[in-house]
């Protein structure tokens, strides 16, 4: 048998501690992992501690996800090289704005068949373009990057609800690996060989709802919320086709595609926040700081950076529901024309 792989997670928001609850307790319980598993945090003070030192004595992250126990063998660490040095397996799961900054300091620190899981919903923009979070980490660090999205709020995969997720992987034995790394029974994991589409589902489906929050927030109801999501899965289904060849539609059918549009659209908090926008006329920055405690939202800034992608490619009128949301966001496109969006959009994609 290999020797045991060593696991650090790279992140530890509200969805890096619940995923760190089971990851911590299958390293702890299978051979093939460490024991102990490094977590990165970045470094914050909270009523006069270190959260670092708080997670290592208290065992809880009373900022990111309170009232959870953190298995013991969850070690955090506020320097990220030292957190993934000696690490076989980066669990990627970070707000995607924070991944440049991170890899650079990543690079050249790391062994080189290193394989990654990452977990981040979002897209990467650069002076390049536009590009999957996974390209990023791959191109900057040279390992492989797996993804792992899903119908996931934070706060009920902690709660031991169940759930179901899926991990796009780029060859079947990781995927099988990384599967026993973060599978509970209460946590189903399907593995797909199409990490892109997977991704991709992951990153736009916070845009959609976006738009979901706008209808809610405007008191329509849920058939227009349904229509939202259904026009809004249409468009990801074209943008999948249009920029990334050889993806399968049926990966839209996993818990990474329609599940995760469903619960996003209810329950999270890129919708909470859109609601919001529209009912108290702040900005998306106000409404970040007043109700997130430090999180972040990935709906906004991903439309602008898929905007900017369909102004490139000169393709904005084949996606008018996310160039909508974009526009109201950042350009000031009143929200009650959103619904004018709804009812022009073309009946065939
Ligand atoms: N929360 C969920 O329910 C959920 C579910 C599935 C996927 N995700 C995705 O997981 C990713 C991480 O989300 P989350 O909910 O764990 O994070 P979060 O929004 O709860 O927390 C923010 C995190 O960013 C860190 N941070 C703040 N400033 C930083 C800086 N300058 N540099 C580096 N890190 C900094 C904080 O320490 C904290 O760990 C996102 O891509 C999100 O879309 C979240």
Redesign the pocket.
């Known amino acids: 048998m290999s020797a045991p792989k060593k696991i650090a997670i790279i ?8 995923i760190g609850k089971i990851i911590g307790k299958n390293a702890a319980n299978l051979d093939q992992f460490e024991t102990q598993v490094n977590m990165w ?2 470094e ?1 003070m909270v009523d006069g501690r270190k959260l670092t030192e708080i997670i290592n004595t208290d065992h809880e992250n009373v900022k ?1 996800l309170p009232g959870h126990k953190l298995p013991e063998n969850i070690v955090a660490i506020p320097d990220v090289v030292e957190a993934c040095m000696s690490a076989d397996i980066h669990v990627w ?4 704005q ?1 991944v440049r ?2 890899c650079q300091k990543l690079k050249g620190n790391i062994k080189p068949d290193a394989v990654a899981l990452s ?4 897209l990467d923009e650069s002076q390049a373009g536009v590009d999957l979070i996974s390209n990023v980490i791959n191109q900057e660090l040279g390992v492989e990057v797996n993804v792992l ?1 899903g119908a ?4 009920e995969v902690a709660n031991g609800h169940f759930c179901e997720t899926t991990i796009g992987c780029r060859n079947e034995a990781c995927g099988q690996m990384l599967k026993e790394m973060v599978q509970a029974d209460y946590f189903r994991v399907v593995v797909v060989e199409d990490a892109t589409t997977v991704e991709i589902c ?1 990153a736009l489906k ?1 845009i959609v709802a976006t738009g979901a929050g706008f209808v809610d927030g405007l008191g329509m109801g849920d058939n227009t919320k349904a229509a939202v999501i259904r026009l809004g899965l249409m468009e990801m289904v074209k943008f999948t086709e249009t920029f990334y060849q050889g993806s399968q539609t049926s990966t839209f059918l996993e818990s990474c595609g329609i599940a995760d549009l469903v619960t996003t659209c209810y329950g ?2 890129n919708r909470r926040v859109a609601e919001a926008f529209v009912t108290s006329g702040k900005t998306i920055d106000e409404l970040e700081q007043e109700m ?1 405690n ?3 939202i ?1 709906g906004p800034p991903t439309a602008k950076e898929v905007y900017h992608l369909l102004k490139d490619k000169k393709c904005e009128d084949q996606f008018p529901l996310f160039v909508a949301i974009y526009k109201i966001c950042y350009e000031g496109m009143p929200v009650k024309d959103f619904i004018g969006c709804l009812k022009n959009h073309p009946e065939h994609m």
Do not use: C, D, T
Not at 11 to 18: D, F, L, P, T, V
Not at 119 to 122: A, R, T
Not at 152 to 155: F, G, I, T, Y
């Open positions: 992140g530890s928001g509200n969805w890096g501690s619940a945090v970045f914050e990111y799961v970070l707000p995607h924070f900054g991170v977990l981040i919903k979002g999205m996931n709020l934070a706060k992951g916070n999270g908090r997130l430090g999180q972040k990935q």
